[in-house]
């Protein structure tokens, strides 16, 4: 052996066994996702939807050949709803799982800490629910996408239909964090456009069980329409008192999105007749290919119909894989800059695309209205269709709005 | 802001007396158990919790809330029976954080036992048909479930009252938690009446748990932040008085929704701030004796 190979041998034996995780990771045969979600507490249920979307697209992928040859792997964290374990769980999934990607985050306020780590850890990271603040200087990195709605978007546009058709005397309840405040500055400026007027608001502690305390001024004020920004398990605890202190009779409820696992569980009694928007429904199989096979593969593996925040998940993994295969290569910044250049996609209700200044995904979205149990064709017909809003990137802020020039 | 009408505060006043009397209802039989054994139970919580999931469970079942309203409260009481005679009656006559942390530890065991076995989301559960709705009651509608609660709160203090006053377990259960050492020395088993009032303590925490399942859902934390409030409840009312449970508890509900009305972002913290106020002017609490705690 010659002095020459045996150093080098000696060397990269000595850096093998100094890097073991260098060397896993590359020699991997899967593409490691991280994914940190609120599996425990109020959003558990909304959770699970998107775990298991994610999961769907990940067979999906997996069964077709994979992604350059490998498998898909999808490694599923509980945040807690808490930024500072949402953060941690994310350094842990980079850094001890060797994770490439993150998709994930179910909420706006720890959304925030993951895109913090991801931002540390050069990784592209994909979020999958609310936020204004996610697409928009500072938060944005030039590897952060978002794949899901924000406030903005939903608020607008459920904002004006319901000034258009339901009344413009509002009283507005949120949640009193990110995304409730977000939702509540958004509602606000939209009545104001259209000449109403807000008669009060109500902010409460996110997560809370017992809202009796603030409806007997709500029912005082008399307002038109009562606007509930209430995510999440608070939903079905809010409208469930709200109802047995007669509200509904007294005034239309809309709020700015509705979720299935809460329609499920609420049921037609609470949800008949309140208004919202969404990013998807399962009745949309009827009527577009893409939502035909989503729906299908996910009933299949999971004997329910598909929800609306899981088809952000199955959405995203999909990107993530799509980037992967345009850029030939795990790398962030390639798979980041090949999404961008090709920005148009259609994985599950017709076409989305990136728009360039905020990687921010624009989509269609419909206006919903929970229907009433005589009218239901079976248990999961939770919802009847009154609007379909195109995607359209003014219902957005602008890319000077956002901070970008 | 709109106007304040007299209906709209007794509306608010009413629905502060239900929030009270789900926090009375847990923060009697926290003092009832602290009174006689100086054990701190953080294990109530989860009691609370275990009453709601058990009520859901019997209600599938029995197909009738009025049983297992009656049935999951015994159940709870059962389990508070466990409790005390395998778990906490080996640290009796240690300090009193030995206990504190053993049953703090039983309520993480407990919830976490909660998620694996009945799953992290929440259920839901509907008040019974015959009181669902709402009644006109002149001033505002308000809905028929908590008024019943209210009853039963009602009624089951004034037998409990008339249990402790007027039956001869009552009077052992008074005497024992002034000088247990002199009840012993008359040849009273001791034992067993700590046993019994650990039962009843989990049972009417049980009570609660079923009782706030059709208000407030069933989950696997509910009782984490109501152990907390219930604390500040015996707290305030002082360590070990019943009477001072009761009338905290309904101060605090009332604290809570009078707040909401004028500032709802402190609704929250005030409970803490009043509890501060009361412990500066009384430190041993509203009803309570100094030494206790020593």
Known sequence: MHRRTFLATTASGVAVAAFPAVLRAQGADTIKIGFPGPLTGPFGALAKDQQQGAIVAMEEINAKGGVLGKKLEILFRDDQLKPAVGAQRTKELIENEQCEFVVGGLAAHVQMAINEQTKKAKKLFISVSQSDEISAKPDLGPLTFHEALNPTITGRAVGSWVAENLGRKWWIIYADYAWGKQNHAVFGEVLKKHGGTLLGSTPYPLGSAEFSAHLPKIVAAKPEVLITVTPGADNIAFLKQAISFGLKKEMKIAQPLHWLPQLKEGGPDLYADIYASTNFFWELEDTIPEAKNYVGLYRKKFNTPAGDYGAYAYSAIHEVARGVTLAKTVNSDAVAAALIANPVYNHYKGKQWWRACDHKAFQDLWIVKGRERSKMKGEWDLVEIVKRIPGNQELDRTCAEKGFA | ?294
Do not use: C
């Not at chain 2, 197909?63 to 466990?82: C, D, Q, R, T």
């Not at chain 2, 809905?143 to 008339?162: E, K, M, S």
């Not at chain 2, 500032?263 to 309570?288: C, Q, T």
């Open chain 2, 1 to 294: 802001m709109p106007e304040l009408t007299l209906a709209t505060l007794v509306a608010q006043v009413f629905t502060g007396l239900v929030l009270g009397m789900i926090l009375v209802l847990l923060a009697i039989g926290l003092s009832l158990i602290f009174g006689l054994m100086t054990v701190v139970n953080f294990a109530h919580g989860s009691l609370y919790m275990l009453g709601a999931y058990l009520g859901f469970f019997l209600i599938g079942y029995t197909k009738s809330f009025w049983l297992a309203l009656v049935v999951a409260p015994l159940l709870v009481g059962a389990f508070g029976f466990g409790i005390e005679r395998f778990l906490v009656r080996r640290l009796y006559g240690r300090s009193i954080d030995d206990p504190l942390l053993l049953t703090f530890g039983l309520s993480l065991v407990m919830i976490e036992a909660a998620r694996l076995i009945w799953g992290k989301i929440g259920l839901t559960l509907d008040p019974p048909r015959e009181l669902a709705g709402a009644v006109d009651l002149g001033f505002t509608y308000f809905p028929l479930y908590r008024l019943f609660v209210i009853g039963v709160t009602v009624v089951v203090l004034l037998a409990l009252y008339l249990f402790l006053e007027k039956t001869n377990v009552g009077l052992i259960i008074r005497a024992g938690s002034r000088d247990p050492l002199m009840v012993r020395a008359l040849g009273f088993d001791l034992g067993r009446v700590w046993l019994l009032v650990f039962g009843i303590g989990a049972a009417l925490a049980g009570l609660a748990g079923i009782l706030a399942g059709p208000m407030r859902g069933v989950y696997a934390e509910m009782g984490v932040t109501i152990v907390i409030e219930s604390f500040v409840v015996v707290v305030v009312g002082g360590m070990g008085s019943l009477v001072g449970a009761i009338v905290a508890g309904i101060v605090m509900g009332e604290v809570v929704s009078l707040t909401t009305l004028f500032a709802p972002k402190f609704a929250e913290i005030m409970v803490f701030i009043v509890m501060a106020l009361v412990l500066l002017v009384r430190p041993s609490g509203l009803f309570g004796e100094a030494g206790l705690m020593e």
